[in-house]
């Protein structure tokens, strides 16, 4: 491709995205539909600015799927992944199993033969990480059970898509309509599928056990060692490097490379250059994956709709309403309660990017005719644009039905005045403040995502909205007019922070307190002018201490007030500290270097502070020097009388 | 013309949203000018008194009045952690503690129980100024003036009109003592700054 042409192709599908996006945004629909309907406009059927070549980009867009994958590895710890493993294969597995006998059953019925029917059912039941992943993120949903739901059924499909891929060759030796291309390898001409199987499976294993061996044990020494040249660009290379090379390695070896570097995410879960890795990659998936879904809308072949519109729109019919009443029998089974499963399986009701793969790969195999292929790819992409349509269905129709089927169950439980204070986020840190208001008799109003909450916090007398403080007719609903205080309590800083801009700019009068991450959170809070910030471990481990400082042989009430002297000193540090910070922010300073730099500043200002000034006053050692003094003038005159007398 | 005195009112009430007299008397004072009223529970929630603030205070007035209600004949608790903490050898005591010296000092006390009660014959055994005795001997120790103390009686049974009327009075003392009405003999004539109003009135 000629350097003009790449840049006339880089304006165009910028320009979509800087325009569409923040239109879709605006309007509630989200990035994901914003990315797709600009890749539909400037595409071939209405604008005409991108022809044939969408298809090209879709596939090297596909790589930031890959890089979701791996940011989505880094935030899933070892442990939690195996906490999940029966939601993984469990639900997963029922969802893709049951969802291809139904498809299949159903294809079989339109006249298709046994093998095309099962290698429809599989490709229809593949969901699309890409926009599932990237909406519930979005809306803040992932820690939701219809969220952890989600991503496991996509993890498991994910993993099932390798055995797919192996088994769909094989279904074509069966089908015998064309034997040319039979042994065309499956993703390009290098990979070792070619290889004898015990020597795939070896290089397999030895691959996976070099991410793990390399990312528990090396990565940190070459992170730091790269930090330490505190370039950026050469962080931000060796950032990509990994994922390029973790991917291509899988697909050499014939695994999914989202899959690979989904593991090595998780193995660096616990690495302390997580942050600056997720900083350095995020960019670039975010990119590629707007890319990836403007390839999707382009390449949608709105011939084929024209012509058959029915036969197109009756399928995606079919193919949402099945895996939709599949998902939401699932859900109830997998114990989702209260609209979560009505999330989940709206949600997940889509066909997803691995399907495009799926479907070339079985045209180009003979499985499935030329024309039954081409109707498919348009159902898939269909699907995908309406799925963020679903959603917001869900959100502004369905959802509201519980929150208001519970109101009618028990009218009597809710007070109908007016809270003074609202509470956004009701996890481990919302909760306790909450308890402690309505200890004092003080009502609040809740604002969670998690509904699970909701019918039990309506009985002990919370007002309870479902759903995410950013929202301005939620804010509303919850009384934002009338109340007085606003607690914002979420775990995500961003959240966070966007809660807060957007609550000044509406309500002016309310007053505003904010959970606060770390130190550098407190100075931001700071800098936007709110009523109260409070470190949300800083108290905690404050207390931990005291009880430590007793275990040592202080007194309990020498202990506690060391904790109040140091609370205060922290306070005026704190200030200072501040001062620094913005002058630090001015030049750029490596992440982690900032931190430890940071501390270094703690560490020294604490040196000049005399902790425990204040307790000078129970230290009688200077009044008993003056004693001694007196003391000594005493016996001094008085041996001086004895030496005369003797 | 005198120069006026700057007041520092050192309020104790751990509970004053439960106060019906306290509350009158400080809403009565608190706008009196080169007037500083300072509560020390709403300063010192956890009792980690800033002794340094507290110092500089104290330098910066020239009469401190103890304001508290009486409570197991003595002041609630962190008054006592502030005399404790803030009247520091070397600064308020000792060869070099000479900081407070010439300061005066008083109680501004409430009482459940009348005057009558506080006799030697009666109920509570020992007068208001006995009982003050640790009060006073501190200050002296500090080389301060304890002046007799501010006592509003029988709070139990006051009716709003009365605590009103001492309210008013309490105000009048501060003012007077600020602008140096009152001589030093009338002053130390009384056995309650009360008395001082009396002779206003004859």
Known sequence: MHSQDFFYQAIIFLTAAVVSVPLAKRLGLGSALGYLLAGVLIGPYFLKLVGEEGTDIMHFAEFGVVMMLFLIGLEVKPSLLWNMRRSIFGLGGLQMLITT?????????????????????????????????????????MKTPAGQGSFSVLLFQDIAVIPILAILPLMANQVRTRSVDLHEPVLNETTVSALPGWQQVFLIVGLVALIIFGGRFLARYVFRFIAQTGLREIFTATALLLVIGIAVAMDRVGLSPALGTFLAGVVLADNEYRHELEANIEPFKGLLLGLFFIAVGSSMDFKIFADQPGTVLGILGILILVKFIVLLFLGRFFRMRTGQEILFSFALAQTGEFAFVLISFSSQNAILPEQVSGIMLIVVA???????????????????????????????????????????????????????????????????????????????????????????????????????????????????????????????????????????????????????????????????????????????????????????????????????WNEDKRKYINEVRRFSQQLENILISEKDHALHESDHAWDIESRREEIREMYEILTGESEGEEDKDT | MNARNKILVLFAHPALHKSRVNRQLISAIKDIEDLTFHNLYEEYPDFHIDVKREQDLLLDHDIYVWQHPFYWYSSPSILKEWIDLVL???????????????????????????????????????????????????????????????????????????????????????????????SDEEIWRCNYLNDLLELTQK
């Open chain 1, 101 to 141: 006998l139904i498809i299949g059953g159903i294809s079989m019925l339109f006249g298709l033969n046994v093998l095309q029917a099962i290698a429809i059912g599989l490709i229809f039941s593949m969901s699309s990480t890409a926009i599932v992943l990237q909406t519930l993120a979005e809306k803040g949903l």
């Open chain 1, 382 to 580: 269909l699907s995908m644009l309406v799925t963020p349509l679903l959603l917001i269905i869900n959100d502004r129709l369905v959802q509201p039905l519980f929150i208001k089927a519970q109101k009618e169950q028990e009218p009597d439980e809710i007070a109908e005045h007016d809270n003074p204070v609202l509470i956004a986020g009701f996890g481990r840190f919302g909760v306790v403040i909450g308890r402690f208001l309505r200890a004092n008799g003080i009502g609040a109003t809740v604002l969670d995502t998690n509904p699970d909450n909701i019918s039990f916090l309506r009985k002990f007398g919370f007002k309870v909205y479902y759903g995410d403080a950013n929202r301005a007719d939620l804010l509303e609903a919850a009384g934002a007019e009338t109340a007085k205080v606003l607690i914002v309590a979420v775990d995500d800083r961003e959240q966070i922070n966007h809660i807060i801009e957007q609550v000044q700019r509406k309500y002016p009068h309310l007053k505003i307190y904010a959970r606060a991450s770390d130190v550098r959170h407190t100075f931001e809070l700071n800098d936007m002018n709110i009523a109260g910030y409070r470190r949300e471990t800083y108290d905690s481990s404050v207390e931990l201490a005291v009880r430590v400082l007793g275990e040592l042989g202080f007194s309990r009430y020498q202990a506690n007030r060391a904790a109040r002297s140091f609370r205060y000193h922290d306070e005026i540090m704190m200030k200072e500290l501040h001062q620094l």
């Open chain 2, 88 to 182: 520091k050898h070397g600064f308020a005591y000792g060869h070099s503690g000479t900081a407070l010296k010439g300061k005066k000092i008083f109680s501004a006390i409430t009482t459940g129980g009348r005057r009558e009660v506080y006799q030697e014959d009666n109920m509570n055994n020992f007068t208001i100024p006995q009982f003050l005795a640790p009060f006073r001997q501190t200050a002296s120790l500090c080389n301060m003036v304890y002046m007799p103390p501010f006592v509003t009686h029988g709070t139990h049974l006051l009716s709003e009109d009365e605590i009103h009327a001492a309210a008013l009075d309490y105000r009048k003392i501060l003012i007077s003592l600020r602008d140096q009405i009152f």
